[in-house]
């Protein structure tokens, strides 16, 4: 029986459409003829999604009983039973009841699928088992219900199901997703902006890999090694020479003339050593790629162009940029070099020679070669070792007279030798065979016979023979310590990076396993650890196609410690391959520590940047707010002592410093409270279009009569703003530009429209501020200079610029010609309303 389609609708945060769009591609089969039965849909009471439940069958849930109560799962036995061709089934990592047929739901998905019955299910983002930590680190959340990674990746389609961050939390205010008791305590935690905002990153990230993982399994199961240029991805080819940063930079500019341009610069490290960079000038090229936004690879080939064809077409480049050859013009004759090989392979890719100051200066790329002598010596050895005798015994035949039998043997073995340096060992042997035979065939006594008469020719031809092959293998064991020791160079260049990253603090466990998957040609790699030894594996981090979860599992397997284990697939690496691989494994140990650690340490400046805002709240109610309070008691205490007579005068007074008492406590608890509102994310504007000159003039009850001046035109076009959250915004400027300035200078409060936005200048002539100290008067609990105590809490401007950002303005400070300080408030104008366009209804915004 053939297996069932898995298809899952992937989300960044409840709310967002999943079990709306899983229901409506139900109807969308259902319509097609498709036998789609609903087998656990979840609508929580959400009407719309419980209006797409009509018309659709739906199998009965099994009830389970647990500690005395009843819960409902999903009949698994039931949908076999009914074995329809496509089943519903909600909430993939949920956990089910014990006593359950399955402990999770996506495990009798699995049931399912062998059935073979397709399957339409969804999933959040946070519910990835890998993803675990860093979703809790991100919400403060621990989420309780996984799935495994794999069970995901082995969906036949994956689509996500998006929705901005504002949108769902508009969602969320109009009661769409939860009651109307939780809304509140959903917008404060789970639902900010910042929450949901990094969720979808997470969500529209691991889709984008999976997409890519898609392409190249396509691609690899039709056999399409051409490059597809899905983005434009510039691979720059450095040798370690100085002309790199040349090509570094004309990649940079080359990158800047399209979106989302990426620059991958590569240094292939040879088996055979000719090709060794500079160390340093590596180095400095590293920063200089990193810096421009780019990444550097170094990956281990014994040909140059092929492993560089290789890297490009793996990461599907559009783009190869290389120097031109630094060799002299007579170098050529050894082969046509790496630029002109490149290009002329490279097939759909665009090969670019960028010329340079060190071109032809020397020292230039060689020729491509194979492991040990390469190919071109190993073949003139063999031409040299059965060519050579037989053509010198065709010279030394016509040319015989006056030689002697020694000089014969020394020019023979001077051949031996010959093909020994360039082809080694077994050409050397064959020459060394072929010219004792031809030696005593014709130039041995009796001649033109294989029979030796005297003794010493037999002697001679002996160590003739001895002598070769000890020349040969002298220069074949040459070339293999030669090789060697390239092996170890290139090692020493692997470690050389990971010393490097260790002294850069570089902290991307993804990128250092990428580095390994790259400089071994593994198809994936996988950081596995467990809690204990008796515990089950988890992968930390996993690079590549599809990553093994166990260390048994793996072509190679490297223990780092008793609880981390690197795991590669792919291949079987030589036993020499471990020692670089430990060393991996070891730093791929120390990044995951980073990483807690740093996670650690983020979490500890949370808890000091909230130990400071208590702090400073604390001094705010231990003086602002008991300063206030101090004078009400007195003047009540005052007016209710039976001991003094009051005049009406001082009746009157002691009344009136109540009420400014009492004004000013409500003043700093209502800027504290916004404040909080604000912090927490929990402010929702109600946006309508409103006349600015019907909403600034109630700003200015707060300040003392001809302190302001007035200029708002009235051909101003609207403006969409929430009118409460403006009055509050515009007064708590204009409160602070009077109080910092002369009473005898009025503050100016003027309004000018600017395309599409409208802006609300408060010019005073106060002290001003300096430029480096503008945003710090932004900031909660900050008082500019040596303002005293009791002018108040330091929270009006944060809360100004809190409620315009909510309306989706800015209020920045400038200076005000001729000195002092302008606010300007920019704020949208209405779409086309003019001042005299009626009222829209209230939109709620987030």
Not at 214 to 219: N, V
Not at 446 to 458: G, K, L, M
């Amino acid at each position: 029986m053939a297996r069932g389609t898995l298809r899952i609708y992937l989300g960044a945060a409840p709310g967002v459409g999943k079990t709306y769009a899983m229901l409506a591609e139900a109807h969308r089969r259902a319509e097609r003829g498709t036998d789609v039965v609903v087998g656990y849909v979840e609508h929580h009471r959400r009407p719309r999604t419980e209006v797409m439940m009509h018309g659709l069958e739906e199998v009965p849930r099994k009830a389970v009983h647990h500690r005395g109560a009843e819960f409902t799962e999903m009949d698994v036995d039931a949908i076999l039973g009914r074995a329809p061709d496509m089943v519903l089934v909600d909430e993939l990592a949920h956990t089910n009841v014990p006593g359950s047929r399955n402990a999770k739901r996506w495990q009798d998905i699995e049931e399912l699928l062998q059935a073979g019955i397709d399957v339409v299910s969804n999933v959040n983002i946070q519910h990835l088992e890998s993803l675990g930590d860093v979703v809790e680190s991100i919400t403060g959340v621990k989420q309780r219900e996984t799935v495994p990674d794999e069970m995901v990746r082995r969906a036949d389609q994956i689509e996500l199901v998006d929705m901005s961050p504002q949108a769902l939390r508009r969602r969320m205010a109009h009661g769409n997703i939860y009651a109307p008791d939780k809304v509140d305590a959903a917008l404060s935690h789970y639902f900010r902006p910042g929450n949901l905002t990094a969720l979808r990153e997470l969500a529209l990230l691991w889709t984008a890999d999976r997409v890519d993982e898609y392409l190249k399994q396509y691609r690899a199961d039709h056999r399409i090694s051409a490059a597809w240029q899905a983005r434009e991805r510039i691979v720059v080819g450095l040798t370690g020479g100085p002309e790199g940063r040349t090509l570094i930079r004309r990649a940079a500019r080359m990158a800047a003339k399209g979106s989302g341009s990426e620059i991958l610069a590569v240094h292939i490290v040879r088996s055979d050593g000719l090709a060794a960079g500079s160390t340093k000038e590596l180095n400095v090229q590293r920063t200089l790629v990193e810096d421009l936004g780019g990444s550097f690879h170094q990956v281990v080939g014994d040909e140059v162009p092929d492993a560089l064809l290789d890297f490009a077409r793996g990461v599907d480049a559009s783009q190869i940029v290389l120097g031109s050859s630094r060799r002299k013009t007579w170098q050529y004759a050894f082969g046509p070099g790496v630029g002109s090989t490149v290009a002329r392979e490279s097939g759909d890719i665009d090969v670019h020679i960028v010329t340079h100051a060190y071109a032809a200066k020397g020292r230039g790329l060689p020729a491509a070669r194979g492991a040990k002598l390469g190919r071109s010596r190993v073949l003139a050895g063999w031409l040299t070792g059965v060519l050579g005798p037989v053509l010198l015994t065709v010279l030394l035949t016509h040319w015989h007279a006056g030689i002697g039998q020694s000089t014969v043997m020394l020019l023979f073995l001077t051949l031996t030798v010959a093909a020994a340096l360039a082809g080694g060992l077994l050409p050397a042997l064959v020459c060394a065979l072929a010219g004792s035979l031809l030696l005593n065939y014709y130039f041995t006594r009796p001649t033109h016979s294989f029979t030796i008469a005297q003794p010493e020719n037999i002697i001679a031809i002996v160590i003739f023979v001895v002598v070769a092959a000890a020349v040969s293998s002298v220069v074949d064991l040459a070339a293999r310590r030669t090789q060697q020791a390239a092996r170890l160079r290139a090692e020493a260049e692997i470690l050389s990076y990971l010393a490097g990253s260790v002294l850069r603090g570089e902290s991307s466990l993804s990128a250092l396993l990428e580095r390994v998957r790259e400089t071994f040609g593994m198809e994936a790699v996988a950081l596995l650890e467990r809690a204990g030894e008796h515990e089950p594996w988890k992968c930390a981090e996993a690079v590549g196609g599809t990553p093994c979860v166990r260390p048994e599992e793996a072509d190679v397997e490297v223990p780092v410690n008793d609880r981390l284990s690197l795991a590669l697939t792919g291949r079987v690496l030589p036993a020499a391959d471990r020692r670089v691989l430990s060393a991996f494994g070891a730093q791929a140990a120390v990044v995951l520590d980073r990483m807690r650690l740093a996670d650690e340490a983020g979490q500890a400046r949370d808890l000091a940047e909230g130990n400071r805002i208590r702090t400073a709240l604390l001094a705010a109610v231990s003086h602002d707010l008991r300063t206030p309070l101090a004078g009400i008691k007195a003047s009540v205490s005052s007016l209710r002592s039976a001991d003094v007579a009051w005049s009406p005068q001082d009746e009157a007074e002691l009344l009136a410093g109540i009420e400014d008492g009492a004004d000013r406590l409500d003043h700093l608890v209502g800027n504290l409270l916004d404040m909080s509102r604000l912090q927490t994310g929990t402010v929702t504007p109600l946006i309508r279009e409103v006349d600015l000159d019907e909403v600034v003039p109630m700003a200015l009850g707060g300040v003392p009569e001809h302190s302001v001046t007035l200029d708002i035109p009235e051909s101003l076009p609207m403006v969409a703003v929430d009118p409460g959250l403006l009055e509050r915004s515009v007064a708590n400027v204009v409160e602070n530009a009077v109080k910092y300035s002369d009473p005898e200078d009025q503050v100016l409060v003027a309004a000018s429209a600017l395309g599409d936005r409208v802006e609300v200048r408060v010019v005073d002539r106060g002290p001003g501020v300096p430029e480096k100290a503008r945003e710090h008067i932004f900031e909660p609990f900050q008082r500019y200079g040596d303002a005293p105590r009791g002018t108040g809490v330091g929270l009006g401007l944060a809360v100004a610029r809190g409620f315009a950002e909510a309306m989706g303005g800015t209020l920045v400070a400038e200076d005000t010609p001729g000195g002092g300080m302008t606010m300007v408030l920019t704020l949208r104008a209405a779409p086309g309303g003019r001042h005299d366009r009626p009222d829209l209804p209230a939109t709620a915004l987030t």
